[in-house]
């Protein structure tokens, strides 16, 4: 008897997910805007008060130190982006905002940019000679800003903060495991470059770097790390709606 192999395709409809949108306008910012805001609805994306460089930074989910290649205008003159997609019938994920604000950015803005690895200066925070400072205790939320982080967090929270103040990636090597009570202040505006900064000696507030040694029993140390950055080639002013 022959045994006889039915093979049943079943064709599965999968919703094609978008690529860009359909819907776009830009126009140059007022000059009293309030301030640049970012809103992502369900088949929008609002950007307020944006330059090219910080919608670069939102297509690639990168730092401002990530991007490379800004020149004048690209850094000074602000937009206001209303970008739809009427047709979307699920969620997006921010990885598909990222590939539609990247078409806009090359449709509208003729932005040609592409991935490279480069030899950056980095931090890695490590727990200071004399052992840390930190305690556990009473749950403290977190807020941060120029010149001060307050919280309850893991040290890789602490880590990840320290990259937005010191716009390098920080590294949490201080193997300390769990949540601690972390309260520092520094004089604001500060880059450090490895030390206790060129502006140390200019106040009675301490660097950052001090600041972590002194309140929280922390060291930053500085190197060279490979870093992803994005590289901007060439774009143009946006075209007319």
């Known amino acids: 008897m022959k045994r006889i192999v039915v093979a049943v395709l079943v064709a599965v409809a999968l919703m094609a997910q978008p690529t860009a ?6 126009h140059p910012s007022a000059p009293n805007s309030p301030g ?3 809103t992502f609805q369900n088949d929008r994306f609002l950007a307020t008060d944006a330059t090219l460089k910080a919608l670069i930074q939102l297509a690639y989910g990168v730092q401002e130190y990530q991007v490379a290649g800004i020149t004048g205008w690209m850094n000074s003159i602000s937009y206001d982006v209303d970008a739809r997609q009427p047709s979307l019938h699920q969620p997006v994920s921010s990885v598909q905002w990222q590939t539609m604000i990247q078409a ?3 449709d509208r803005f003729q932005v040609k940019a592409h991935p490279e690895a480069r030899e950056l200066q980095v931090f890695s925070l490590t727990v200071g000679k004399k052992g840390s400072k930190l305690a556990t205790g009473q749950h403290i939320p977190i807020g941060y800003g120029n010149g001060r982080i307050r919280g309850t967090m893991p040290m890789s929270r602490l880590a990840s903060i320290l990259e937005t103040r010191l716009h390098r990636p920080v590294a949490d090597d201080t ?3 769990g949540e601690f009570n972390v309260e520092l202040t520094w004089m604001p505006d500060q880059r450090p470059t490895g030390d206790d900064g060129p502006n140390a000696s200019n106040s009675s507030m301490p660097s950052i770097m001090t600041a972590l040694q002194e309140q929280a029993g922390l060291k930053l140390a500085a190197k060279k790390g490979q870093v992803q950055i994005i590289v901007v080639e060439s774009a143009n002013k946006p075209s007319e709606n």
């Open 36 to 38: 640049s805001t970012v």
């Open 21 to 26: 949108f359909e819907v776009v306008s830009i």
């Open 104 to 106: 806009l950015l090359a």
């Open 175 to 177: 193997n300390l495991s």
